[in-house]
């Protein structure tokens, strides 16, 4: 019994790194190898020579650059405005604040996706189409994110706050020298949760951008593969680059990564 | 007025970026209105026009069976690799690890990686039915040219990249349950299978209507995977509500349809989210 639990879990892991190795290998062959069997994929002759064509002739590692561009602005200034917003809606009495609250709580009901088409026309009219604004703003509000750092702010106990306004500081000491560190691993989670959306993020930058300058990977990817489906060097070449520096970053944040999901679920 | 100053920067985001679309999508869609300019007042013509439009309404239930074939499968795997990855063994973290990297790939890589996999002739897939004999050398399986094949492909496909999500969320509600609870029921003398259905399975009960009611939603919205792997082929037989939106909108111009049309989409996910609502107060009694 216990055998066949090690061998089933083995089995499972294979399976699921398989795609993987099978993408590597197959970037280093040769290309125009005629492959009739699947060892073909793992046998010699090897070559580099695509990795330095697509790398020179491409602008794949700008789109690299661009999608993580993209995604560290729009993670900082995420977990930053929603920390401010929820810093409000905790810690500072004002009027109308129940109001506010479902206001900001009525965003959790409105998809991304349902508000795409008016979302085109008005960035259209506001002239950040086919800009770096134009991928960064729009993506920025999340209500999803106040209410988790809300939840957050409020276990923040109100004595450390006043404490500090004793001693002569003002609302932007709390908030930089209490508020953020207290709550840091909440905002850490927020970040990752964003980062890896961003990263992923199709829809948007596919609608609203047009000029190659400005691709992110998922929109810039299906431009270079259309033509070479019959070789499968080139698009694993392609997937490989495009793979490296976030299957890089997994490796060094996956404890902080892992801690930020199992978080979001607690509060789901 | 301090409240204000904190709150703005997310409002001025917020208002212009969702609440005023969220408007102006109604003005859009009593219009005929393309990329370029608005049109013509067209009143409820787009919305009678929906009503009639059969390949709208079978593009909605494509996106239907996308959840229906995706959410109780991913939640099953989900909890079978991690009661794989909370076994004590020294292979722990490298399981964690395994099943969680497909998760970052770029949605394009994971997509065209499923292209490749599921090709006939030099395919991953094929190949290796092949090699070990469960395929004749002379037949080829078309997983993406033939409807049923197409759906199993996707959705393989997206419980391979997108299950680490929900795999990590069992998993550490399963380290969660305390240690005491299963030296109990052994000295009672459970036995594993006793206490995996008895134990751990009810204490997942949580985490697993929270993994639900996030899995449909978000499997209601899919639209890349099937894109990049069948276009929505063969001949619009896989083809989801949000690429039917997009196409009307950007491929045929007309987006003013297609504001209508994400009403309909809105309605939906509203829906949804408010039968959730009930089935967990429900179920929370």
Redesign the interface.
């Known amino acids: 019994m216990k055998w066949m639990?090690?061998l089933?879990?083995m089995l499972?892991?294979l399976?699921?790194?398989?795609?993987?190795i099978?993408?590597l290998v197959v970037s280093v062959k040769r290309e125009g190898m005629g492959?009739t069997?699947?060892?073909d994929?793992f046998t010699p002759p090897y070559s580099l020579d695509v990795y330095g064509e697509v790398i020179t002739q491409t602008k794949l590692t700008h789109w690299i650059w661009n999608?993580f561009f993209v995604a560290v602005c729009v993670m900082i200034l995420t977990v930053?405005?929603?920390a401010?917003?929820s810093?409000?809606?905790s810690k500072?009495?004002?009027r109308f604040?129940t109001f506010?609250f479902f206001f900001?709580l009525a965003?959790l009901?409105?998809?991304g996706?349902?508000?795409?088409?008016?979302?085109?026309?008005?960035?259209k009219d506001?002239d950040i189409l086919n800009s770096y604004e134009g991928l960064i703003?729009?993506?920025?509000?999340s209500?999803f994110a106040?209410i988790i750092l809300k939840s957050f702010f409020d276990g923040v106990p109100n004595d450390l706050i006043e404490s500090v306004q004793i001693d002569g500081g003002g609302?932007w000491r709390v908030?930089f020298s209490i508020m953020l560190p207290l709550t840091r691993p909440a905002l850490a989670s927020i970040a990752i949760l964003t980062f890896?959306g961003s990263?992923?993020n199709?829809?948007w930058p596919f609608?609203s951008v047009t000029d190659d300058n400005l691709f992110t990977?998922?929109?810039g990817?299906?431009t270079l593969?259309d033509q070479y489906?019959e070789d499968?060097v080139k698009?694993?070449v392609i997937?490989t680059i495009?793979?490296i520096p976030?299957?890089a970053?997994?490796?060094i944040f996956?404890r902080q990564?892992?801690k930020g999901?199992?978080m979001?679920?607690i509060k789901? | 007025m301090q409240a204000l100053i904190f709150l703005l920067p997310f409002l001025f985001i917020y208002v212009l970026f969702t609440i005023w679309p969220m408007i102006k999508g109604v003005e859009m869609s009593f219009y005929k209105w393309t990329l370029i300019r608005k049109i013509e007042y067209v009143g409820l013509q787009n919305y009678a026009n929906m009503l009639q439009d059969s390949a709208f309404w079978s593009s909605v239930w494509h996106s239907f069976l996308f959840v229906v074939l995706t959410t109780p499968t991913m939640i099953v795997l989900a909890i079978i690799l991690a009661l794989v990855a909370n076994r004590k063994s020294r292979l722990q973290k490298f399981y964690r690890s395994v099943f969680f990297l497909p998760s970052v790939l770029s949605v394009a890589v994971a997509s065209y990686l499923g292209l490749f996999i599921f090709q006939p002739y030099t395919g991953l897939l094929n190949s290796l039915l092949h090699l070990i004999g469960l395929l004749p050398g002379n037949e080829e399986i078309f997983w993406l040219s033939e409807t049923s094949l197409a759906w199993i492909a996707i959705t393989l496909l997206t419980l391979w990249w997108t299950v680490g999500f929900n795999f990590i969320l069992y998993l550490s509600a399963m380290q969660d349950i305390p240690e005491d609870i299963y030296e109990a029921a052994r000295l009672d003398g459970a036995s594993d299978s006793q206490i995996f259905w008895q134990i751990t399975l009810p204490m997942l009960g949580g985490i697993t209507r929270t993994i639900t009611m996030l899995q449909i939603i978000a499997s209601f919205k899919v639209f890349v995977q099937i894109y990049i792997m069948t276009g929505g082929g063969p001949l619009d037989s896989t083809r989801p509500v949000i690429q039917y939106i997009w196409q009307i909108g950007f491929r045929q111009n007309d987006l003013g349809y297609a504001a209508a049309l994400s009403y309909m989409l809105f309605a939906i996910l509203l829906v949804l989210s408010a039968f959730q609502y009930w089935l967990n107060n429900r179920k929370g009694e």
Do not use: D, H
Request: proline share 9%.
């Open positions: 639990i090690r089933v879990s499972l892991a399976v699921f790194v398989f795609p993987l099978w993408m492959v069997s699947l060892l994929w999608s930053l405005i929603s401010m917003a810093y409000a809606m500072i009495k004002f604040k506010m900001i965003g009901l409105i998809p996706e349902a508000t795409l088409i008016p979302l085109y026309q008005v960035a506001v703003f729009p993506v920025l509000a209500p106040i609302i908030f890896i990263w992923n199709f829809l609608l990977l998922p929109v990817i299906p593969m489906t499968y698009p694993m997937n495009a793979s976030i299957i970053l997994f490796l996956e990564i892992v999901i199992s979001s679920g789901g």
